[in-house]
């Protein structure tokens, strides 16, 4: 696929997700965001709420909530969310869900009332879980939705190892600071799902380049908002986040240069037209392999995509994917 007209990764800029699409897999990012083919979205065809479809809801009404409360007061780290603020949470996530409904994009009736009641305890989860986040940290938030690389905002410009300079865009869904120190800021950026494989980011701060946005969010609000301290953090927003709500760490020097290993590797690969299948073990229980099982092209990849992958595994072309093996593992 050389000489395709595939934007090389200094030309635009670029979003993170992009990047951990090639670095979870090379072939779903060639029909993706080189072929430019997509699922079906047909409302008679949705018989649950989409996790995309529930994530970006749940970041609207966030967004409005806390950008509503920042329009008045941002709330200090010693105040509580009252009665008053969840009746009125549960107010914007009717109306972000009421407008849902009406697209047909909440599927079955029976699985939108259990699924709709989930998101309320997840939602009202969530406020007991910032008053202890601000109490914490000595923090309140002081932006949300924090966008750049799109106008009139500068692209974040990052200057990799090689030289190579690379731009992303980006939104960051929360910052805080503390009251305390200002420039000691905390980077938000909320996920809907159980968030199990975030385990992994004391090992890996980038999870082989599937997990991004903790790094260019860190150093966008390093950048731009003149930080000298940032942790940057996955808030997770499920009905079941009982015992972890928050996995992410201090933006250093360490994790910065692991980040950019990775990023070089994964820039150089989408450049030279490398797009391996990375379909992952089989999974008997689901009948596919465990990477392509929420993937909207696993019934058009091959059939034997692991024998191949396994085939492959050696060829000169997939080397520069070694970079992006968790420090210590086998490449």
Not at 44 to 51: A, G, I, N, Q
Not at 151 to 160: F, H, N
Not at 192 to 201: N, V
Not at 294 to 314: I, N
Request: glycine fraction near 8%.
């Amino acid at each position: 696929l050389r000489g395709l007209p595939i934007g090389r990764a200094g030309a635009h800029p670029w979003s993170p997700t992009r990047l951990e699409r090639w670095a979870a897999c090379g072939m779903r990012y060639m029909f993706t965001d080189v072929f430019g083919l997509t699922d079906r979205n047909d409302p008679e065809r949705v018989l649950d709420l989409d996790p995309l479809d529930r994530g970006q809801a749940v970041h609207r009404i966030l967004e409005l909530f806390i950008g509503e409360a920042l329009g008045s007061e941002a709330p200090p780290p010693s105040r509580r969310w009252t009665d008053a603020d969840r009746d009125r949470l549960l107010e914007i996530a009717g109306e972000v869900l009421s407008d849902l409904e009406q697209r047909g994009r909440t599927g079955r009736e029976l699985n939108w009332e259990l699924t709709g009641t989930m998101l309320a305890e997840a939602l009202i989860a969530f406020l007991s879980q910032d008053d202890e986040h601000r109490a914490t940290t000595g923090s309140q938030p002081v932006s949300v939705e924090y966008r750049f690389g799109r106008e009139p905002v500068p692209p974040l410009v990052l200057t990799l190892p090689t030289g190579r300079t690379v731009a992303f865009s980006g939104s960051a869904d929360r910052i805080d600071a503390a009251v305390e120190d200002p420039r000691r800021v905390f980077v938000s950026d909320y996920k809907t799902g159980k968030g199990d494989k975030y385990r992994a980011l004391a090992a890996d701060p980038v999870l082989g380049g599937t997990s991004l946005q903790l790094g260019i969010y860190a150093e966008a609000a390093r950048q731009m908002s003149g930080a000298t301290s940032v942790t940057s953090q996955y808030w997770i927003v499920y009905h079941e986040a009982v015992h972890r709500k928050q996995y992410g760490y201090e933006w250093t020097t360490a994790r910065r240069e692991r980040f950019d290993e990775v990023v070089a590797a994964i820039v150089e690969g989408i450049d030279n037209g490398t797009f391996p299948a990375v379909p992952g073990e089989w999974s008997t229980f689901r009948n596919t392999h465990e990477n392509c099982t929420y993937c909207e092209f696993d019934r058009v990849c091959p059939r034997e995509r692991g024998e191949q992958a396994a085939a492959k595994a050696t060829a000169v072309e997939l080397r520069v994917r070694d970079a992006l093996a968790a420090p210590g593992s086998p490449s």
